[in-house]
Nanobody
């Protein structure tokens, strides 16, 4: 069993930055590929970024490319999402998900995640 806990959300002004964390606990968490997803009010959950279990490969949705950076520290069992140049449309609950399938992670497939955290709210507003 793997547990994921997101943190780091909050209220930020447009153009600001935040760093989200996804802390994993449980057996062999470093075998899992991790994805960040978000869900805005009234919208479906969408993929934002993913990182391979080694940290060597990443992918970003077009909407965040060049503004968000995903990374992981397997010694700390934590995956980070550094977000820059935030826009009001980035407002959402951000979730991390874990899967042993790199194909599912790479596709940012919400249905392909084996485990989910409970999310952290990011609000971008002046």
């Amino acid at each position: 069993q793997l547990q994921l806990v997101e943190s780091g959300g909050g209220l930020v002004q447009p153009g600001g930055s935040l760093r989200l964390s996804c802390a994993a606990s449980g057996f062999t968490s470093d075998v899992y590929h991790i994805g960040w997803f978000r869900q805005a009010p009234g919208k479906e959950r969408e993929g934002v970024s993913c990182i391979s279990n080694s940290g060597g490969t990443t992918r970003y949705a077009d909407s965040v490319k060049g503004r968000f950076t995903i990374s992981r520290d397997n010694a700390k069992k934590t995956v980070y999402l550094q977000m820059y140049s935030l826009k009001p449309e980035d407002t959402a609950v951000y979730y991390c998900g874990a899967t042993q399938s790199w194909r599912m992670a790479l596709a940012l497939n919400t249905g392909g995640m084996d485990y989910w955290g409970k999310g952290t709210l990011v609000t971008v507003s002046s």
